[in-house]
Nanobody, 121 residues
Framework: QVQLVESGGGLVQPGGSLRLSCAAS????????MGWYRQAPGKQRELVAA??????????NYADSVKGRFTISRDNAKNTVYLQMNSLDPEDTAVYYC????????????WGQGTQVTVSS
């Protein structure tokens, strides 16, 4: 029973930075998607950043609203995925969720518990 545990959220001033971490309690095999979603008050959940595995490597994607400011990365040895967030804006305020999934062999869809990011002066 693998779990994803998120950390790193908190209160930060506009223009500041945070790094979110999502650590798996064990090795997750055959990952084809890992990413970060967020949901702000009154808004739908949106994909912020993701790494998608392919036959020849991975592809990194970012929401237009965070391009140039956020960076997704991973540390395979630590079973951890990160989201580095720079130049934070109040519009980035949301609960951030880590997601790791695989379509088949084996199929799974794992979510972190969510971590609150609040950007305010």
């Amino acid at each position: 029973q693998v779990q994803l545990v998120e950390s790193g959220g908190g209160l930060v001033q506009p223009g500041g930075s945070l790094r979110l971490s999502c650590a798996a309690s064990g090795t997750i095999v055959n990952i084809n998607f890992m990413g970060w979603y967020r949901q702000a008050p009154g808004k739908q959940r949106e994909l912020v950043a993701a790494i998608t595995s392919g036959t020849s490597g991975g592809t990194t994607n970012y929401a237009d609203s965070v391009k140039g400011r956020f960076t997704i990365s991973r540390d395979n040895a630590k079973n951890t995925v990160y989201l580095q967030m720079n130049s934070l804006d109040p519009e980035d305020t949301a609960v951030y969720y880590c997601n790791v999934r695989n379509g088949a062999s084996p199929a799974y869809n794992l979510w972190g518990q969510g971590t609150q990011v609040t950007v305010s002066s």
